[in-house]
């Protein structure tokens, strides 16, 4: 199968697509074929080697291991099962997220779809598409809303709660903007001034340019402050925070359960959750598509189709 393959750590050249072995699934396991994956920040670290001992260690020291294949989210069709799996059948459109395994950037790619004690297992999360969305929709949502929801868990977020969002425009912020007003907060989001106006349609209350203003220091205090661009520290927040404040980075987040999946599942078929897409890249444009990534300007989310 064709598979974009990270043949040494280093800038979005590194990317080349080869030809390598369809993987097989085990008992536990679905087989998808890829429709779409994304062009995404975890995989823009891992193809950097950022942070370089987490990456070294996990994917390979001196280089990345044989064939290794990024690729944190996705979405397509199950076409084979492993004799445990019941969740799912051949057939099914699904999303998800691959885990620390990755494998996304590939015409196939395996996930764990085993039932256990009557759940899905944690590892390798997938969901059959909500009926709103397209397939290649479909593919940017996993991760970025996932990982917005645990934080918002994580600084029990409710009605009333005071919100500041720093990186409001990008996948992290777009989500979380939408959940936090969902869930009642007062949201105040940090862009620069060409994303202002979409966050506003997003649903912000307030919106600061920090290209005119440092978020930090304009006097207001939040229950919770969430980085989620990262770009900011706990330090710089703590004057911003109330006295029983939170700081949240994506950082120690509880592990992901299927019930997670199902609560975006829900919020995006009501139509109170909507994925931003920015742009969609043919697999054959994945070095342009990491060019783009790391310029770290991206509004939202980039698709990177891989199903012709
Ligand atoms: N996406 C995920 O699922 C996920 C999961 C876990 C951890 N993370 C980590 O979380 C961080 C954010 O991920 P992401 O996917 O949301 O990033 P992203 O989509 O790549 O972020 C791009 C956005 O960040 C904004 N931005 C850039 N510099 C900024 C600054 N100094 N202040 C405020 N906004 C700024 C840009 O807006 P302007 O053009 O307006 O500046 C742009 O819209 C990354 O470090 C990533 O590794 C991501």
Known sequence: MKAVVITKYGPPEVLQIKEIAKPQPKANEVLIKVHATTAHAGDSRIRRSSPWIVVRLLFGFFKPKKNLVPGIEFSGTITAIGADVTLFKKGDKVFGLTGLRLGAYAEYCCVRGKVKDGKQETKGIIKKIPNNLTLAQSAVVASGALTALKNLQK????????????????????????????????????????????????????????????????????????????????????????????????????????????????????????????????????????????????RGNVIIQIEK
């Open 155 to 298: 600084g029990k977020v409710t009605k009333g709660t005071s919100i500041l969002i720093n990186g409001g425009s990008g996948s992290l912020g777009t989500y979380a903007i939408q959940m936090a007003k969902y869930y009642g907060a007062e949201v105040t989001a940090v862009c620069s001034g060409k994303n202002v106006e979409s966050l506003r349609t997003l649903g912000a209350d307030h919106v600061i340019d920090y290209t005119k203003e440092d978020f930090t220091k304009t006097g207001k205090k939040y229950d919770v402050v969430y980085d989620a661009v990262m770009k900011s520290s706990r330090f710089k927040c703590k004057k911003i925070l109330k006295p029983k404040g939170k700081y949240l980075n994506n950082y120690w987040l509880s592990s992901i359960k299927a019930a997670d999946m199902e609560t975006i599942h829900n919020l995006i078929e009501q139509n109170i959750l909507r994925p931003v897409i920015d742009r969609t890249y043919e697999m054959d444009a994945v070095v342009e598509a990491h060019k783009y990534l790391d310029t770290e300007r991206k």
